[in-house]
């Protein structure tokens, strides 16, 4: 019974054994056909030389792979193949090779094709001088130049690149530029997958289109949607307007893009900047949304003005701009500032409009608060709406309309008084310094005014009521007041000048709300949480092509040649660099430091 046992046991030995040499005789090179057959000792020693004949190329078979060509140099004693003439290697029904020469190791598994190389598979078609195909890895690669033509994306250059055949994914490296008939893309590194047409971008990297042009350093585009993603110094130039942001969307079917974070608009026609953390344009529409600390500077050379407010939009073409601002608007400029609901600016025109809240009523006890206020040197302006004109040219405020329930303070020079002025309307003339030289108040006048001598003593105060009023500057100080069909008015000494009548109905003196620099525009708003910038990974270096699985092969297809005491080196290892010279043949990309932005 245990002989019996025993016998069994070295039978399944021996099946065992039988099934694992099959399987390695199973792995070697088959030549399937071949027309003619001959030998030369001297030129290809330990080698078959093969020819094809009129029925049909010589066909070479391994481990799922069929190879053609018209001659070939076959090494038996190291499983390896040099094939020439009109060679095709195919790959199951999806993987296609053509070139005028390929090497081929059983033992390595790594094919080397050179001349007229052309690589297809389902969505795409490479072409190049030298190629490797590694098998084991199934990935291919190159490393002097190749192209790559996708019908729905375009054409992909690069002076090195990488196929990866399981995921269907190519990566190019160094001077990779894609041409397509709507735009150029251009970069260090890009990431294709031949299935999705999704490209992701590494380095610096532009897409130039007809009327725009993208720039970051770590993006991701659609190329058969045609919508992209981009982070990291990222920036679109639309024709004058330029938008820049931690992170940008782009549809070019739409013609929109949106920004998040850090956003700076920059309309050079127009000299004007916005700063914001979310922003929407529309270029067809010549429209600009932006929001989270919105901020529109009109960039002049003596003196620029800041607008901030919770929402501004842009409108307009290049030559007709119209910004609005919404909700808590503040202004400021050296020599004028101001605060409203809503401000309305035509570029074109040079028309600025303050504009009260047409829902509050004057019985709403906020009414006055958010009345429209400009300020201008030691002048305090109110209304319902305020219209101030100027010359965006000369750089230069021109005159000042302020609609319905017009208030203006002056603080005495030397006292704790006040100088009002209130009526319907307001008619302000600027000088050559943007000071206030003459104020005109139309229709039911009332003023209180303190009036002093050269040497700054105070005569008396006057309060009187008028149909209109002429107030005149020199300086920022009143030095004339006229009045038009006086109903009455008279001149009190302080001493005998009633308490209870220093200041006229509706007075608000708001000097505390008066922005005095621009870092005064945003004390009043809340924190700022700006959101986490994600949906990128990093850039990771690409791992060797030639790397120490693929380098240990070809080693131990050299110690195979040694055991069966072969002179020559192996030829498995004929197109593999050493690993001291690996590192030169694909640098990584190394990514530009961030730039930092302030909030």
């Known amino acids: 019974m245990k002989t019996v046992q025993i016998r069994y046991i070295y039978f399944i030995l021996f ?7 099959n399987a390695q005789e199973q792995k070697r090179i088959k030549i399937e056909y071949s027309g003619f057959l001959s030998f030369s000792e001297e030129k290809y020693p330990d080698a078959k030389i093969l020819t094809r ?3 049909g190329q010589i066909h070479i078979i391994h481990e799922g792979v069929n190879m053609w060509c018209d001659q070939a140099i076959f090494y038996s004693n190291e499983d390896f193949i040099e094939a020439y003439g009109h060679v095709k290697m195919k790959q199951g029904d999806t993987i296609n090779m053509d070139a005028k020469y390929v090497e081929y190791s059983g033992k390595t598994k790594l094919a080397f094709a050179s001349g007229d190389v052309v690589l297809t598979e389902p969505s795409s078609v490479l072409t190049t001088d030298t190629l490797y195909f590694d098998r084991a890895k199934q990935e291919s690669f190159y490393k002097t130049g190749g192209t790559v033509v996708r019908d729905s994306s375009g054409t992909i250059t690069s002076r090195i690149g990488r ?6 994914k190519y990566q190019f490296v160094n001077d990779v530029k894609l041409v397509n008939p709507q735009y150029v893309l251009e970069t260090e590194q890009l990431d294709y997958y ?7 971008m590494y380095g610096p990297s532009t897409i130039t289109g007809s009327s725009s042009k993208i720039y970051c350093e770590r993006g991701f585009y659609d190329t058969t949607k045609d919508i992209g993603y981009f982070i990291k110094n990222s920036r679109i130039d639309y024709d004058n307007r330029t938008i820049e942001g931690d992170s940008l969307y782009f549809d070019r079917n739409k013609n929109f893009a949106s920004a998040t974070n850090n956003i700076i608009v920059t309309d050079t026609l127009n000299k004007s900047v916005i700063k914001g953390h979310y922003a929407e344009v529309y270029k067809a529409k010549d429209s600009l949304f932006i929001t989270k600390r919105a901020l529109a500077i009109s960039v002049q050379e003596k003196d620029s003005l800041y607008i901030h407010s919770d929402t501004l939009m842009v409108t307009g073409k290049p030559e007709h701009r119209i910004t609005r601002a919404f909700r808590n608007v503040r202004m400021y400029k050296s020599d004028m500032s101001g605060k409203a609901d809503s401000i309305h600016i035509d570029q074109q025109t040079g028309l ?3 504009i009260n809240l047409s829902r509050l009523s004057p019985k709403d006890n906020f009414a006055v608060k958010r009345r429209p206020i400009l300020w201008n040197f030691d002048n305090q302006m109110t ?18 309309i302020v609609f319905e329930n017009a208030f203006i303070i002056n603080k005495d020079t030397v006292g704790d008084g006040f100088n009002q002025i209130k009526g319907q309307r307001l008619y302000g003339l600027f000088n050559e310094k943007n000071q206030l030289y003459q104020v005109d108040i139309i229709r039911n006048a009332e003023s209180i005014y303190y009036a002093r001598n050269d040497e700054q003593e105070l005569i008396g105060i006057e309060k009187s009521k008028s149909a209109n009023i002429s107030m005149y500057f020199v300086g920022n100080e009143i030095n004339e007041i006229k009045k038009i069909n006086q109903v009455d008015g ?29 870092e005064d525009l945003f004390k009043d708003d809340p924190p700022l949480n700006l959101p986490v910038i994600k949906g990128l990974e990093d850039y990771i270096p690409q791992e060797e092509f030639f790397d120490d699985e693929l380098i240990n092969r070809a080693e131990e297809a050299e110690e195979n040649n040694k055991s069966k005491n072969l002179k020559n ?3 498995a290892s004929r197109h593999i660099p050493s690993k001291d010279s690996i590192q030169n043949i694909t640098k990584p990309i190394k990514e530009p430091a961030t730039l930092e932005k302030a909030p």
């Open 569 to 571: 080196p192996s030829k």
């Open 15 to 21: 099946f065992i054994s039988f099934i694992k040499l």
């Open 352 to 354: 600025t409009q303050l």
């Open 163 to 168: 196929y990866y055949m399981n995921t269907k």
């Open 490 to 518: 008279s001149l009190y000494p302080k001493s005998k000048y009633p308490e209870n009548s220093t200041k006229l109905k509706g007075f608000d003196w708001r000097e505390e709300e008066r922005p005095k620099s621009v």
């Open 53 to 55: 004949d009129d029925s």
């Open 194 to 200: 031949t299935e999705s047409a999704l490209a992701y």
């Open 383 to 400: 209304g319902d709406t305020i219209h101030i004109r100027s010359s965006p040219k000369e750089e230069k405020l021109d005159s000042l």
